[in-house]
């Protein structure tokens, strides 16, 4: 009998074309973006394989429930949003799609920072508005990057993507990482590394890009905030809890520090609305994998995941079940 397959979002479909010839695979029915936590936990008994969505909580019960189930095969590089630690217990295997989402998320990490830096969201609002701005040479300024210091909190391949970036735009990189990276990798980028207090002091520009954990959660809050230089920018394209937004708004008030480009948001998929009356804070819905490449891309990646994991082929692995 076939494997049994369950897509928890109504996806671009190439990506899955192999693994909807090798296995039957169900995706939510035609006009329904995605099934329900209640859907899936009624049906994922008679699945072998569930394919989640970053925002698709999968729990303990939902896996006790997952009678069948071998494989969860999230749809991200982040894996925040299932218990990865019961999956281990109940030998379920746990993957990502750790390669497709960097670059397009170092590009969006880069867009929030030059559209804050120079204002380009805030005067295209504006523009809109006949007599709404007005033109001179000490109007509307910005701030250049060439010769800033940006500190990249989380250097994986999402904070060294967008090292690059920075680089290019002439700026000096400081880090901050659980581990040090070699001395090779940091000579690449010329990147000095920090604790986290001292790169929040020097840095003109703060970009968190670590995953979600118990010990990433609210790495910038109120004492992170104060130790920041004035009119520093923020930008997360991580995930929302990483920074607590009542101190970024505290920050923001106070002129503590001078924007942020958040494509991610404390409470969900929504910012709160304080966050939404400063000029100087670009909002994106969590655009990091927005593209029509990187969701084909990662498509491909979970299916391969789920394929190769039957098949016995190399798999992005979450956790160790010793197999
Ligand atoms: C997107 O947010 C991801 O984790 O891949």
Redesign the pocket.
């Known amino acids: 009998m076939k494997k049994r397959v369950l897509v928890t979002y109504n996806m671009l479909r190439p990506g899955y074309s192999e693994l909807e010839e090798k296995y039957d695979v169900t995706f939510p029915p035609e006009g329904r973006e995605s099934f329900t936590y209640d859907e899936v936990l009624a049906m994922i008994g008679e699945y072998d394989a569930l394919q989640s969505m970053?925002n698709f909580k999968v729990d303990e019960p939902l896996m006790q429930a997952g009678r069948r189930l071998k494989i969860i095969s999230?749809?991200?590089?982040?894996?925040?949003n299932i218990d990865v630690e019961a999956a281990t217990r109940l030998k379920i295997q746990v993957t990502?799609?750790p390669h497709?989402?960097t670059e397009p998320?170092a590009d969006q990490a880069l867009g929030l920072l030059l559209a804050v830096s120079r204002r380009i969201s805030e005067m295209d609002r504006r523009l809109r508005i006949p007599g709404n701005v007005h033109v001179g040479l000490l109007e509307n300024l910005g701030h250049s990057l060439y010769g800033k210091t940006v500190g990249i909190v989380g250097m994986g391949r999402i904070g060294q993507a967008l090292a690059r970036r920075c680089l290019a735009c002439g700026m000096k990189i400081a880090y901050n990482n659980r581990r040090r990276l070699d001395t090779d990798t940091e000579a690449r980028y010329g990147a000095r590394y920090l604790p986290l207090d001292e790169l929040l002091s020097l840095s003109d520009v703060v970009s968190v890009n670590a995953?979600l954990t118990p010990e990433t959660y609210h790495i910038i809050g109120r004492r992170e905030f104060a130790l920041m230089k004035r009119g520093a920018i923020l930008i997360n394209?991580?995930?929302g809890p990483l920074v607590d937004d009542k101190a970024l708004v505290e920050a923001l008030q106070s002129g503590r520090i001078g924007g942020a480009g958040l494509d991610?948001f404390e409470n969900g998929d929504y910012p709160a609305d304080e966050l939404l009356y400063f000029d100087n804070v670009v909002l994106n819905p969590?655009l990091?994998?927005q593209t029509v490449e990187a969701r084909n891309e990662?498509a491909k990646q979970v299916s391969d995941n789920i394929i190769n994991f039957f098949e016995g082929g190399p798999v992005y692995k979450v956790n160790d079940i010793g197999r």
């Open positions: 970053f999230n749809y991200a590089v982040g894996f925040d990502n799609t497709q989402v998320t995953p394209t991580a995930r991610v969590h990091g994998t990662m």
